[in-house]
């Protein structure tokens, strides 16, 4: 918002821009105050008509921190320009202060000053008798100058207000916007505000603050060679009234100053846990390293992460915390790396057959630890990632950690009963070429068998896409029961001929590894049952064949304005209509859209779809 300085001397800033979150309070402002840093501040105390007073002030503001100036209890000071402001829409002449609670470093260091709605400058005024105005009324209307003993801040009821007079100032907003636009009095800018973070708490757990109180030096950091500081083992009280734990053990709090050698106590706060989160991973990479928390060049060949999976929970939270401190140690040289991982993915929550999201408020928690008990991990895992796409909600089912279950016992079945043939087969661990290289793939196999093949790369294909970082496993197992139902019994798959024994061989050697992410212990054994050796996690993950996808999948390339902007897979007889749904549905399709109106959409059968938006 601009104000106009009346009649500026020479030199002196001719517009003071304010930054405020609340224009409909505009018509209540009744005098601006400014920074001392900011450049109508410093012209003041070196040019001002109030030169003497102002420069004494800002001398006094410089002995204050930041968190002093802004604290809420404090006696507002200031002191008079001389200088004054044109209200922009009454005309009238508005003293500029000179004050501290205003910081140079916030919005532009200049403040319209609103006392009837503003905590701050109701003190302010008030210890100064200036004049307030109420412009925003209360939903009974009882606000009145008399009766009020702090500013309303709420929304309320434009009054006093010009053309705004009885209208709900939230509602206005918009309209108030642009009028103040058309104007000329201000613009809207959306701007965004990062909360002081306080890292320290009153607990025992957590890291120390490695800093000392020495009442000469003030605060000084410990020393590196007596880093780390330990927490005290004799803590009599953890939980006292007001205080940290810590400020109760005597040995612990007493220490010399590092400075200048005298009496001096520790801090006796600890860190926020986040503090660590926000660093664990870096330790990773260089775990046993003595002398500092992780070498650079370990972390430099290790960084970024490649995929970060968590709740939607830590967004303003964790996930802001473990990119500063990723930045700050990118500037102090330690990081090479600009943002500590790669990939966000935000899981779904798990909510009970009802649909409410389990809390222990709640109470309707289904421990996973029980879960397991009665199931099985393996079981467990695989009804949470069957019931919806990781991304998604899901709901827990008694059923589906049933159905888990035998899908799990029927899997351990057919690998029981098929593994002596599957052993005989040759196999080649890295391709799940189960021919040693001498023949590929399915040919003069039976089309029963090519069909086994298909399901069986076919699963493979999702779980390859799954964990390429969309994480929709329920499609991949999904594709295990196809494949198990489309298997013949084990005597009929190791009676088989040759060609059709080679494709039930390679399918369940391709089913064994790629269920391993999911059903690591049924993995594990069958794996052992097959003959391979050592981990299943040290085996190379399977390699899809795409032409055992052939028969039915076809690929059709996605046309937006003359350019292909996507290919994607169809079954070979899928209609026109689901062609152009699935070609409109691809996100690479939908960005090349960008939101345009889609004209015509020609779909040239077996080949490619045409977007024309
Ligand atoms: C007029 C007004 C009227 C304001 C009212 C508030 C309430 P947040 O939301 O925390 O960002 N402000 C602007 N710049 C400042 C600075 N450099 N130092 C101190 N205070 C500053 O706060 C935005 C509000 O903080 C702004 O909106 C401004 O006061 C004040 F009823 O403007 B307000
Ligand atoms: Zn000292």
Redesign the pocket.
Known sequence: MRFVVADPPAGCPDVLE?????PD?LW?VTFLAV?PESAMGRWCAEHGPNAAAVAAYAEETKKKTEIER?AANREKTGVLSGVHAVHPTTGEKLPIYVAD??????????????PA??E??FAFAKARDLPIRIVIQNADASLSLETMEN?Y?PAGTMVASGPFDGRNSKEAMGDLLAWLGDEGIGTAKVTF?LHDWLISRQRYWGCPIPMVHCSACGVVPVPRDQLPIELPQDVQNFIPEGRSPLADVASFVATTCPKCGAAAERDVDTMDTFIDSSWYHLRFTDAHNGDMPFDPEKARQWLPLDLYIGGAEHANGHLLYFRFITKVLRDAGYLEIDEPVVQLFHHGMVADSDGHTMSKSRGNVVSPIDNAREFGIDASRIAMFFFAPSADEIRWSEKGAHGARKLVQRLFALFTECAPFVRAMPFDVKGCDVTGGAVKGDSGASEAAKEVRRRAHTLLQRFDVAFGGEFALNTGIAGIYELLNAFPTPAVAAAAADADRRCYAESLRVLSLAMAPIAPHLAEEVHVLLGGEGSVFNAAWPQLDESALEQDEIEIAVQVKGKIKARIKVAADTDQATVEAAALADPDVQRAIDGREIRRVIVVPGRLVNVIA
């Open positions: 304010v930054f405020t979150t609340r309070t209540g920074a802004l609670y205003v910081l140079a470093s916030y919005g532009t260091g200049y403040v319209m000053a609103v709605h503003d701050r400058d500013a801040s505000r």
